[in-house]
């Protein structure tokens, strides 16, 4: 009884014990967020505006243990955090919840309120990078670490990040720097984690309902589901990072990877390797875009899959032992089976088994196998390539015979649909090595009979389709190869076009073209996007071309039409589109002309008539040279439209505030095609240079040597005529070479030194004047990469002549007024003055020049320079006849100057010449080039080319 009694106490007094302890502890749950409630949330919200540099905004914000049991946790809610500049406008987060984990004893037994764990619930986030670098994430203000390191009792908020918990994300990031686009919807992620030995070891888990990711405007994933599981090292003394057990699944298809992302000031450098082992082709076509996906469903998909990536490079800037570019791809696809449940019959025993490696350049490409079988036939093949490639070994075997219908069946894919019977036999093997007009002994054929195509871009197909192809090679040289298009025709919206070719000997190709009827690009386009540079209108054909390239003696047999309308035209070289709205190309024998074509580059509009030679040589061969002559007239050009330019940060400052503003600005000099020999008559309506507006320009331009000479030119521009002539030469893509000599009559000085950026460098003083000005000048220089003079390097000599000059505000006339105590010298007004001058060194060295200046006569000579140093003598001659005069010295800046009497100057000129990055016998080769412009053909010559290319025609029909 008595042991039963004690027994019964023990019990109560645990009883007593427990129900205390909870009672503590839930009077704690309620009481701790009570008592530290305010500096909690002091501590966080110091804390947040002492690092953030946007705003956070919220509705309402609480403390509790059960908002994230049993974390104490303090919430802001109904969160707004604006992006950082200059994306101001734009909100960086918007959040149900965003909560913060507090480290219960730390908060009770010290000062310190310790974060531990972040909270982030039902969450958009939109994180931007543009093309500069600039991103509306950088919302930390920039701290000194090392103080806050030592500073360990300045801030009562502390963060030890132990876990990241993110529920139902909406991130948007863009990166319009790289080109990169990814959405994701319903993200949830979860890292635990901790520093350990100086590192911090982070594991976590992602899963993602939804992702798009897209690169370049091209689609990679579309809607796929992803879950990732990885543990990551970040060692931040030698910022790495080491992924280690990491493994991702898009959709089925699971990859595992590891590897190591090095960080360097202005760069990282990579080294990854991803594996997917024992998988299934099913799991690989769930992570093709959604129609795959959907249409996996209803296709029977068997067979085995194995493959290893590893990606070794680097990007920006990074230390030498860092520079590595490696990849290598290991595949094998094993035992496939592929079969719709519509189909009858099944492609079967696919096999595809893949090595291959780019490394400095050196490729080993190796397709062992790639094979399947479809309606009792066969294909099968394989591939290697080894080398450089300058110097690439190949051996290969494909054989094909495919009953396309068939396949169509089999596969039925989304938004593609194809027919008829495909037979290929294609067999390589040698050393290709372009340099030394070596090809691989080759002998192939290839034949696509009843062909069609459709996709779900257009409704109807391209019918009709044929192609008879061969190829031969027996002795591995340029010389011995031939290829014959026996056959080439499509119909496309009631259009058939048909053509035929033969090529032998590519040292010298012999060729036999026959090309007829009409194509329609814009439209093609949207059935399949074609690697062309053109981008829509329409093409009508009817062109017989036999002849031999390279061969002066050949006898050239060319003749037909090529008929453009609405033709769209994308080039590296240009930053704008071009459109040929309608124009002719009419070929015969040597020549193809150009009849009444129009084009369009921006707001510029050109009409273009003339011929070229050699164009065969031209498109085909790295060397060949274009020659033509050509009729060019337009009712306005802006020449600027025609430099390369893109968008820039330019900063600009005042005394308070320094601003970045995005312009589109010049990045180097225009580029002028090499391999051209033409000869240009133009007659431009208004040609824009920046302000300057030149109207009525005509003369004679050549294009030769990658350069542009002009000669017998007249133009009028600031309300005078002016002949001009001269060159310009690109160096490099950031500076040009140029000469120009100018005649010009009754310039307004007025409107050139506000219209002609190099007017206001060479004559500073025609700010404060107006009149009109005549000027005979030869100049020579380089153009900058924003195709502005390199002031230095200016050489000129010429004469100036000045009528009716009136000064207004002329700072160096009116402190010789000062000096002398002559009113009459303040703002003067001149009838005229002629002045000879030469410029070298960056110094204007002026001869002496006479001029009036009621009741007195002056004289002036010196030099000034283009930082605007001068050293001036001028002589004050009394009236009334002016034998008496007042010798004035001037020296100084153009700011900031002193007049003083006296006859001595000092010299400006500097021994040490400015280097140069042109000759004089360069400078005189280029002067001879442009002598030797020849004619353009007249218009009359094109019209008796159409009338023969008509004879022609009408020959071959009544034969």
């Given at each position: 009884?008595?042991?039963?009694?004690?027994?019964?106490?023990?019990?109560?007094?645990?009883?007593?014990?427990?129900?205390?302890?909870?009672?503590?502890?839930?009077?704690?749950?309620?009481?701790?967020?009570?008592?530290?409630?305010?500096?909690?949330?002091?501590?966080?919200?110091?804390?947040?505006?002492?690092?953030?540099?946007?705003?956070?905004?919220?509705?309402?914000?609480?403390?509790?243990?059960?908002?994230?049991?049993?974390?104490?946790?303090?919430?802001?809610?109904?969160?707004?955090?604006?992006?950082?500049?200059?994306?101001?406008?734009?909100?960086?987060?918007?959040?149900?919840?965003?909560?913060?984990?507090?480290?219960?004893?730390?908060?009770?037994?010290?000062?310190?309120?310790?974060?531990?764990?972040?909270?982030?619930?039902?969450?958009?986030?939109?994180?931007?990078?543009?093309?500069?670098?600039?991103?509306?994430?950088?919302?930390?203000?920039?701290?000194?670490?090392?103080?806050?390191?030592?500073?360990?009792?300045?801030?009562?908020?502390?963060?030890?990040?132990?876990?990241?918990?993110?529920?139902?994300?909406?991130?948007?990031?863009?990166?319009?720097?790289?080109?990169?686009?990814?959405?994701?919807?319903?993200?949830?992620?979860?890292?635990?984690?901790?520093?350990?030995?100086?590192?911090?070891?982070?594991?976590?888990?992602?899963?993602?309902?939804?992702?798009?990711?897209?690169?370049?405007?091209?689609?990679?994933?579309?809607?796929?589901?992803?879950?990732?599981?990885?543990?990551?090292?970040?060692?931040?003394?030698?910022?790495?990072?080491?992924?280690?057990?990491?493994?991702?699944?898009?959709?089925?298809?699971?990859?595992?990877?590891?590897?190591?992302?090095?960080?360097?000031?202005?760069?990282?450098?990579?080294?990854?390797?991803?594996?997917?082992?024992?998988g299934k082709i099913k799991d690989l076509i769930s992570a093709l875009p959604p129609q795959y996906a959907e249409w996996s469903k209803a296709v029977t998909l068997n067979g085995g899959l194995n493959a290893t990536l590893r990606l070794t490079g680097y990007t920006g800037t990074v230390?030498?032992?860092?520079?590595?570019?490696?990849?290598?791809?290991?595949?094998?696809?094993?035992?496939?089976?592929?079969?719709?449940?519509?189909?009858?019959?099944?492609?079967?025993?696919?096999?595809?088994?893949?090595?291959?490696?780019?490394?400095?350049?050196?490729?080993?490409?190796?397709?062992?196998?790639?094979?399947?079988?479809?309606?009792?036939?066969?294909?099968?093949?394989?591939?290697?390539?080894?080398?450089?490639?300058?110097?690439?070994?190949?051996?290969?075997?494909?054989?094909?015979?495919?009953?396309?219908?068939?396949?169509?069946?089999?596969?039925?894919?989304?938004?593609?649909?194809?027919?008829?019977?495909?037979?290929?036999?294609?067999?390589?093997?040698?050393?290709?090595?372009?340099?030394?007009?070596?090809?691989?002994?080759?002998?192939?054929?290839?034949?696509?009979?009843?062909?069609?195509?459709?996709?779900?871009?257009?409704?109807?197909?391209?019918?009709?389709?044929?192609?008879?192809?061969?190829?031969?090679?027996?002795?591995?040289?340029?010389?011995?190869?031939?290829?014959?298009?026996?056959?080439?025709?499509?119909?496309?919206?009631?259009?058939?076009?048909?053509?035929?070719?033969?090529?032998?000997?590519?040292?010298?190709?012999?060729?036999?073209?026959?090309?007829?009827?009409?194509?329609?690009?814009?439209?093609?386009?949207?059935?399949?996007?074609?690697?062309?540079?053109?981008?829509?209108?329409?093409?009508?054909?009817?062109?017989?071309?036999?002849?031999?390239?390279?061969?002066?003696?050949?006898?050239?047999?060319?003749?037909?039409?090529?008929?453009?309308?609405?033709?769209?035209?994308?080039?590296?070289?240009?930053?704008?589109?071009?459109?040929?709205?309608?124009?002719?190309?009419?070929?015969?024998?040597?020549?193809?002309?150009?009849?009444?074509?129009?084009?369009?580059?921006?707001?510029?509009?050109?009409?273009?008539?003339?011929?070229?030679?050699?164009?065969?040589?031209?498109?085909?061969?790295?060397?060949?040279?274009?020659?033509?002559?050509?009729?060019?007239?337009?009712?306005?050009?802006?020449?600027?439209?025609?430099?390369?330019?893109?968008?820039?940060?330019?900063?600009?400052?005042?005394?308070?505030?320094?601003?970045?503003?995005?312009?589109?600005?010049?990045?180097?000099?225009?580029?002028?095609?090499?391999?051209?020999?033409?000869a240009l008559t133009i007659k431009i309506d208004s040609l824009i240079y920046n302000s300057l507006n030149i109207t009525d320009f005509s003369g004679q331009l050549g294009i030769k040597e990658q350069g542009l000479f002009l000669k017998n030119s007249t133009l009028k521009m600031v309300d005078g005529t002016s002949q001009l002539s001269g060159f310009y030469q690109p160096i490099s893509t950031e500076d040009a070479l140029f000469s120009m000599g100018i005649k010009a009559q009754n310039f307004n000085i007025e409107k050139g030194y506000n219209s002609i950026e190099l007017?206001?460098?060479?004559?500073?003083?025609?700010?404060?004047?107006?009149?009109?000005?005549?000027?005979?000048?030869?100049?020579?220089?380089?153009?900058?990469?924003?195709?502005?003079?390199?002031?230095?390097?200016?050489?000129?000599?010429?004469?100036?002549?000045?009528?009716?000059?009136?000064?207004?505000?002329?700072?160096?006339?009116?402190?010789?007024?000062?000096?002398?105590?002559?009113?009459?010298?303040?703002?003067?007004?001149?009838?005229?003055?002629?002045?000879?001058?030469?410029?070298?060194?960056?110094?204007?060295?002026?001869?002496?020049?006479?001029?009036?200046?009621?009741?007195?006569?002056?004289?002036?000579?010196?030099?000034?320079?283009?930082?605007?140093?001068?050293?001036?003598?001028?002589?004050?001659?009394?009236?009334?006849?002016?034998?008496?005069?007042?010798?004035?010295?001037?020296?100084?800046?153009?700011?900031?100057?002193?007049?003083?009497?006296?006859?001595?100057?000092?010299?400006?000129?500097?021994?040490?010449?400015?280097?140069?990055?042109?000759?004089?016998?360069?400078?005189?080769?280029?002067?001879?080039?442009?002598?030797?412009?020849?004619?353009?053909?007249?218009?009359?010559?094109?019209?008796?080319?159409?009338?023969?290319?008509?004879?022609?025609?009408?020959?071959?029909?009544?034969?």
């Amino acid at each position: 009884m008595e042991t039963s009694n004690k027994k019964k106490n023990r019990i109560r007094k645990i009883l007593k014990w427990t129900f205390t302890a909870v009672g503590i502890l839930l009077i704690s749950l309620f009481a701790i967020p009570s008592i530290f409630n305010d500096a909690i949330s002091n501590e966080i919200k110091k804390g947040i505006n002492k690092n953030l540099e946007t705003k956070l905004q919220f509705n309402n914000s609480n403390i509790s243990f059960f908002t994230h049991f049993p974390a104490l946790t303090f919430n802001f809610e109904d969160v707004n955090v604006s992006s950082s500049k200059p994306f101001e406008k734009d909100t960086l987060i918007t959040a149900k919840e965003l909560g913060f984990g507090i480290n219960v004893f730390k908060l009770i037994f010290s000062d310190r309120v310790v974060i531990n764990e972040t909270y982030l619930t039902d969450c958009k986030i939109n994180l931007i990078k543009d093309k500069f670098g600039r991103q509306n994430y950088d919302v930390f203000k920039a701290t000194d670490t090392s103080t806050v390191a030592n500073d360990t009792s300045a801030i009562g908020l502390r963060l030890n990040l132990k876990k990241l918990k993110i529920e139902n994300a909406t991130i948007h990031y863009t990166d319009n720097d790289l080109g990169i686009n990814v959405m994701t919807h319903g993200l949830n992620y979860n890292g635990k984690g901790g520093i350990i030995d100086g590192k911090l070891k982070l594991g976590s888990n992602l899963d993602i309902t939804s992702i798009d990711v897209a690169f370049e405007n091209s689609e990679y994933l579309k809607g796929k589901t992803l879950k990732a599981k990885s543990f990551t090292v970040y060692d931040t003394d030698n910022l790495s990072i080491a992924l280690d057990k990491n493994t991702i699944s898009l959709n089925d298809l699971k990859v595992n990877f590891n590897g190591n992302l090095d960080i360097f000031d202005q760069g990282f450098a990579y080294n990854l390797l991803l594996k997917t082992e024992n998988g299934k082709i099913k799991d690989l076509i769930s992570a093709l875009p959604p129609q795959y996906a959907e249409w996996s469903k209803a296709v029977t998909l068997n067979g085995g899959l194995n493959a290893t990536l590893r990606l070794t490079g680097y990007t920006g800037t990074v230390p030498k032992a860092s520079e590595l570019n490696h990849i290598e791809l290991e595949a094998n696809i094993y035992d496939g089976y592929v079969k719709h449940k519509e189909a009858d019959q099944a492609l079967e025993n696919l096999d595809l088994k893949f090595k291959g490696s780019l490394k400095d350049n050196y490729i080993d490409f190796n397709l062992d196998s790639l094979n399947f079988t479809l309606n009792e036939e066969t294909t099968k093949g394989y591939i290697h390539a080894n080398g450089k490639l300058d110097s690439l070994n190949v051996v290969s075997h494909i054989t094909s015979n495919v009953d396309l219908s068939i396949l169509n069946e089999t596969l039925k894919l989304p938004d593609l649909e194809f027919n008829g019977v495909l037979a290929a036999d294609i067999t390589l093997d040698g050393v290709y090595q372009p340099l030394a007009s070596r090809i691989p002994k080759t002998k192939g054929s290839f034949e696509l009979s009843e062909g069609s195509l459709q996709t779900s871009g257009h409704p109807e197909p391209i019918k009709n389709i044929e192609l008879r192809a061969t190829a031969d090679n027996e002795g591995q040289t340029y010389a011995e190869s031939s290829i014959t298009i026996n056959k080439l025709k499509f119909s496309f919206l009631g259009n058939t076009f048909t053509s035929s070719a033969f090529f032998k000997n590519f040292d010298q190709p012999e060729y036999q073209i026959e090309a007829k009827g009409d194509i329609d690009f814009t439209t093609l386009h949207q059935v399949i996007e074609l690697p062309i540079i053109i981008t829509k209108g329409q093409l009508k054909a009817d062109l017989s071309l036999e002849g031999q390239l390279n061969n002066p003696q050949s006898d050239t047999k060319n003749t037909g039409t090529l008929e453009l309308k609405n033709i769209g035209m994308t080039s590296k070289v240009l930053q704008h589109p071009v459109l040929i709205k309608e124009g002719q190309f009419l070929f015969l024998n040597e020549k193809m002309a150009l009849s009444n074509l129009t084009v369009q580059h921006q707001s510029s509009d050109l009409a273009i008539d003339g011929y070229f030679e050699n164009y065969l040589d031209y498109a085909l061969f790295s060397n060949g040279v274009l020659r033509g002559d050509i009729n060019l007239k337009s009712p306005k050009i802006d020449i600027t439209e025609f430099f390369p330019k893109e968008e820039q940060l330019v900063q600009k400052s005042d005394s308070i505030t320094t601003l970045n503003t995005v312009e589109n600005t010049v990045v180097g000099v225009m580029q002028v095609p090499k391999n051209l020999d033409l000869a240009l008559t133009i007659k431009i309506d208004s040609l824009i240079y920046n302000s300057l507006n030149i109207t009525d320009f005509s003369g004679q331009l050549g294009i030769k040597e990658q350069g542009l000479f002009l000669k017998n030119s007249t133009l009028k521009m600031v309300d005078g005529t002016s002949q001009l002539s001269g060159f310009y030469q690109p160096i490099s893509t950031e500076d040009a070479l140029f000469s120009m000599g100018i005649k010009a009559q009754n310039f307004n000085i007025e409107k050139g030194y506000n219209s002609i950026e190099l007017f206001k460098e060479l004559a500073p003083a025609a700010a404060q004047a107006s009149g009109i000005v005549s000027i005979d000048y030869n100049l020579t220089g380089t153009l900058d990469n924003q195709m502005l003079p390199v002031l230095p390097a200016l050489k000129g000599k010429g004469t100036l002549k000045v009528h009716d000059v009136k000064f207004d505000g002329y700072k160096l006339m009116g402190k010789v007024s000062e000096k002398s105590g002559f009113d009459a010298l303040n703002d003067p007004k001149i009838s005229e003055i002629t002045i000879h001058s030469t410029l070298e060194n960056n110094v204007l060295e002026l001869e002496e020049f006479k001029f009036k200046v009621s009741p007195f006569r002056l004289k002036l000579e010196g030099q000034t320079t283009l930082d605007g140093d001068l050293s001036l003598k001028m002589r004050i001659g009394l009236p009334p006849l002016g034998l008496i005069g007042i010798p004035v010295v001037i020296e100084g800046n153009s700011d900031d100057f002193d007049i003083k009497l006296g006859k001595k100057s000092s010299d400006l000129s500097t021994e040490d010449t400015i280097e140069n990055s042109y000759s004089e016998d360069e400078l005189n080769r280029l002067s001879t080039q442009k002598d030797s412009i020849r004619s353009g053909e007249s218009s009359n010559a094109i019209n008796k080319m159409q009338q023969e290319i008509k004879s022609v025609k009408s020959d071959s029909i009544n034969k």
